[in-house]
């Protein structure tokens, strides 16, 4: 399978921006996504994004790719201590599998 | 509206018993269903997926198997757990935006 590689830990702040990063070996990817895990539950799909685009904006979260590096971030302005999660970037190939990173937990402190 | 359920919520099975988690969907017909497994600490292992009744492809060899009875019903079975076994279990469908849909996820313990 593709690999898809995150920082396994951040830390910040309340009220600080996080930026969460990723990056995927596969040229051919359709859509990346972004999910967030809180303990005990399953996967909760939070953004994604076309390959075909740079940006995507939706109210405190922004996503940024990088195609020529393969390289995904994913902002989070004002991180408040309900943002503690694992956040997990996803790509999908032109055959509609799905490949994962192995997430990055965001932890906020008060 | 599309739902997906998984149950039950969490098992703790001795090893050598045999497993069976239930997941369905609906709201949707013929969805592509998935199985993955994420074991402690880590990312997620697609272990099966289904694109209609009867059809199952296995991403990787264990001793697991999955069956798709009904369109929209999706099962993981075991014949006999071993300790490896144990993690958390998730269902999904590819549903909006293309992106998956999981389940609440069901967390297995094998002791």
């Known amino acids: 399978g593709e690999d898809v590689e995150q920082s396994l830990f951040l830390s910040v702040r309340e009220g600080d921006s996080s930026v969460i990063n990723c990056t995927y070996t596969d040229s051919s990817s359709t859509y990346l996504y972004w999910y967030k895990q809180e303990p005990g539950a399953g996967l909760q799909l939070l953004t994604y994004?076309?390959?075909?685009?740079d940006m995507k904006q939706d109210q405190r979260l922004t996503v940024l790719l990088n195609k020529k590096d393969k390289h995904l971030s994913l902002r989070i302005a004002d991180t408040q201590t309900g943002d503690s999660a694992i956040y997990f970037c996803?790509?999908?190939?032109?055959?509609?599998?799905?490949?994962f990173g192995s997430g990055t937990k965001l932890n906020v402190k008060p | 509206s599309q739902t997906i359920h998984q149950w039950p919520a969490t098992l703790v099975q001795p090893v050598g018993s045999p497993l069976s988690l239930e997941c369905t969907v609906e709201?949707?017909?013929?969805?592509?269903l998935y199985w993955y497994r994420q074991a402690a600490g880590r990312g997620l292992q697609l272990l099966f997926y289904?694109?209609?009744?009867?059809?199952i492809s296995s991403e990787v060899p264990q001793n697991l198997s999955a069956s798709r009875p009904q369109d929209r019903q999706f099962i993981l079975s075991s014949k006999k757990l071993l300790l490896s076994d144990s993690g958390f279990y998730l269902c999904?469908?590819?549903?909006?935006?293309?992106?998956?849909?999981f389940g609440s996820g069901t967390r297995l313990t094998v002791v």
């Open positions: 996803a790509e999908r190939d032109n055959f509609n599998k799905f490949y």
């Open positions: 289904s694109v209609g009744i009867g059809q």
């Open positions: 999904a469908w590819i549903g909006f935006n293309y992106g998956y849909t």
């Open positions: 994004i076309f390959s075909n685009m």
């Open positions: 709201g949707t017909s013929n969805p592509n």
